[in-house]
């Protein structure tokens, strides 16, 4: 909420100072019964940056200079840079299943990529703008060093294949990736839908032996990755769990899935309903 | 110049126009429907939208000609394969169906916007009138048609409260939160209640489909209903196994929810079948709960939602979404909402097309005799913002739309959408002079969180009887 002085005309909210306990936009008060202006005006920005993080253009050569060092300590060669079928956003947004393909000239370059390496690797991964191209360039750098930093120190050895930039790309753009790439597993790192509130949140989908055609219930997925939401070491540390199993049992999806269910959600501080005059810790 | 632009189509088809030198062929009456469809993405993502401006145009002609029998012979999916179908068909009334069994759909919608066609007879007419009957006749309408026929269909539903009544809105609160914290929920369920809202329902989408949590959650709406005795009822949005598992534990369950869609395969990929809803819709009944009516399902529909499945037979989006309809009335819910913009732009790619969707599926709706509310929203990637959303809000309510959403600022934290506000309900009121449920008006009043309830002015000071409860959270905070 700004700092805007609220002058005369608006009738403030007593219950305003419950906002430390909810990101809700609770307690906004009103002119007349509308939104006050300073409450607006804060819509309307939160509003402009998440529309912005879905049409702003990835910028893949910041992305690829960003990349660079942590490409060069792991030894991934050089990042790829790869578009989907979808031409342009209008097209991405409208059709999502040629966002889930890679373009003729994408996909004759990873086959050239792998032909001239090794015979495979344990895991590709594909960083794909999706619906956030903020969540990308925020997020990427730090997570991917948290994660090739864990695997390095693993007790198995992880080749991985030379990083993948995607542009308008969905998460199933990275099955091919994979294939194309000769990885046992695909990790696809996606901008996501963007919320108001949450305009640069970045989505992990697992896939054990990617390949065209695979959908949702063959991948695993961690959502909310971003710093005020999961933050990296704990996504890397579910990630690398999931990773591990995954190459163990040689599959991924709904079957993984049933073992990683959270349970019920408790919050670090007893909640309670103040609601309720017994102060009751349902 | 080839004449038909589709010689495969077979030539002798029932479905052809002739216009000037060109003659159009539809394979059948689905592609008949599908075209005849006002523009949208979702269709086109299918495949099954007109490839042009005119071949629209001209299969709302070949549509309003097609008399309303023939959607009792030609089955958009077939009988044997879709039990949506066989429920359409076997409940299908033909004595209430005789006053209109002549007409075609040109016709139908003379006669929908006739004086001839007046509330009553409107009401008598809903078994006889099949979800493919009420699509088509849609895909004629103009928004205004749209409106004006709504108006005219009355339907109310009650469990504690009663909802729907001519000249009134009502709005369902919706306090979820990303983590289902108890106290971040509370904070926005008294924001709610403290802005008039929460008459249709206080209902909340779980951040888990954890069985417990849902329990925890019922619980925890249950002792907020009974401690400040409101006139309303509670709904944790989760899957209907989850909440016949919750009723077999003993947990306070007002309202069974369920997604429906309206292809059998839909509902099968939402986990579910008829005879679910069937023991879901008894064991809520025998828990005996409502206090002036016996209402207990609420169900929430979409366009896109079989599409996304693949299960839409070929239909175009507007068509299966009527069909959900007929799942929803088999089981007399108090509450159905169409999540209008909540599916994305691949489905509904714009302001223009949500709106033009939303005032669809409340007309179906309410033709079919549903208590119809509207989730108009949107997500950041659609091309709508909150202006769109005010002119849909505005057309419902004038429409008659019997509920909206009701969340803090707009902005659902959890589900990562816009959606109504608290604030856009007192506006409606204001603005339309639309009253919320009577029983939930008059607590509002005794409970002075109105301070003038003629004009929907909310108290300036905290009502006595909450000042406790924010006390108590005030305290609890310095702790």
Not at chain 2, 58 to 69: E, Y
């Amino acid at each position: 909420m700004s700092q805007r002085k609220q002058a005369g005309f608006v009738t403030a909210n007593a219950w305003q100072a419950l906002r430390v306990h909810t990101d809700a936009r609770i307690g906004l008060g009103r002119a007349g019964v509308s939104l006050p202006t300073a409450a607006l005006l804060d819509f309307q920005l939160a509003h402009a940056q998440a529309q912005d993080a879905v049409h702003q253009a990835l910028d893949t050569a910041a992305l690829e200079a960003q990349l660079a060092p942590l490409a060069q300590a792991y030894n991934l060669g050089e990042t790829l840079q790869v578009h989907s079928r979808a031409p342009d956003r209008p097209t991405y947004l409208q059709r999502p299943d040629l966002g889930r393909r890679l373009d003729e000239t994408s996909a004759e370059a990873l086959r050239d990529c792998a032909s001239s390496l090794s015979s495979g690797f344990d895991l590709s991964i594909a960083i794909v703008d999706g619906l956030s191209s903020r969540a990308i360039s925020e997020n990427t750098l730090p997570f991917l060093t948290a994660l090739l930093s864990a695997l390095k120190h693993d007790s198995e050895e992880w080749s991985v294949a030379p990083l993948t930039v995607v542009r308008q790309g969905r998460v199933a753009v990275g099955d091919e990736v994979g294939e194309l790439l000769n990885a046992r597993t695909t990790l696809v790192l996606v901008g996501e839908r963007p919320g108001l509130s949450s305009p640069d949140s970045l989505g992990l989908y697992m896939t054990w032996a990617p390949r065209v055609g695979l959908t949702d219930a063959s991948r695993n997925c961690i959502s909310n990755v971003r710093k005020a939401g999961l933050i990296y070491g704990d996504a890397v540390h579910k990630l690398t769990l999931l990773l591990k199993e995954s190459r163990q049992r040689r599959l991924s999806g709904v079957q993984l899935k049933d073992r990683s269910q959270d349970p019920v959600i408790e919050g670090a501080k007893a909640a309670t309903n103040f609601l309720l005059p017994n102060l009751s810790h349902c | 110049m080839v004449a038909d632009p589709h010689p495969t189509r077979p030539a002798r088809s029932a479905y052809r126009y002739v216009l000037g030198t060109r003659t159009y062929g539809f394979r059948d009456l689905a592609d008949v429907m599908a075209k005849a469809t006002p523009e949208r993405s979702g269709d086109r993502l299918a495949g099954v939208a007109a490839e042009s401006a005119e071949e629209r145009a001209v299969a709302q002609r070949v549509l309003a000609d097609v008399p309303l029998q023939q959607f009792l012979q030609d089955l958009l999916i077939p009988y044997e394969q879709d039990e949506v179908t066989r429920l359409i068909i076997d409940d299908h009334d033909p004595v209430a169906f005789a006053p209109i069994s002549h007409l075609t759909v040109g016709d139908f919608r003379n006669w929908l916007l006739s004086d001839d066609a007046s509330i009553e007879r409107l009401i008598a007419l809903r078994p006889g009138i099949t979800p493919e009957m009420a699509a088509a006749v849609c895909k004629l309408m103009r928004n205004q048609d749209l409106i004006l026929v709504a108006q005219k269909c009355h339907v109310s539903s009650a469990f504690r409260n009663t909802l729907g009544l001519p000249g009134h809105l009502s709005t369902r609160l919706q306090p979820n939160h990303p983590t289902d914290d108890v106290t971040g929920i509370a904070a926005s369920i008294l924001d709610g209640l403290l802005y008039g809202n929460g008459d249709a329902v206080i209902g909340i989408n779980p951040a888990t489909d954890n069985l417990a949590q849902a329990i925890k959650l019922m619980k925890m709406m249950d002792g907020v209903i009974q401690e400040y005795g409101i006139p309303t009822q509670s709904c944790v949005l989760t899957h209907v196994t989850n909440t016949l598992e919750a009723m077999e534990k003993g947990a306070p369950v007002d309202l069974v929810f369920q997604s429906i869609g309206g292809t059998e395969a839909t509902n099968s990929s939402f986990g579910f079948n008829l005879a679910t809803l069937a023991e879901a819709q008894d064991a809520a009944l025998s828990l005996k709960r409502g206090t002036v009516g016996n209402n207990v399902m609420y169900f929430e529909t979409g366009q896109g939602s079989s599409l996304s499945a693949n299960a839409h037979h070929g239909l175009d989006q507007q068509t299966c979404e009527t069909r959900a309809y007929a799942v929803a009335r088999k089981f007399s819910p108090l509450l159905v909402n169409t999540v209008v913009g909540f599916i994305g732009p691949e489905y509904l790619f714009n302001g223009k097309e949500i709106i033009r969707a939303g005032l669809e599926d409340h007309f179906c709706a309410k033709l079919l005799g549903l208590p119809m509310g509207c989730d108009i929203c949107y997500t950041n990637h659609a091309q709508a913002d909150q202006n769109d959303m005010d002119n849909l809000l505005t057309l419902l309510g004038v429409a008659g739309c019997t509920f909206i959403m009701g969340i803090p600022g707009s902005d659902d934290i959890m589900l990562n959408y816009q959606t109504t506000s608290f604030h856009d309900a007192l506006y409606a009121r204001r603005a339309l002079g639309l009253r919320p449920a009577p029983e939930f008006g008059h607590w509002l009043t005794r409970m002075q969180i109105f301070q003038d309830a003629g004009r929907f002015t909310p108290n300036a000071g905290m009502p006595p009887s909450f000042a406790g409860s924010l006390a108590r959270a005030l305290q609890g905070d310095m702790q």
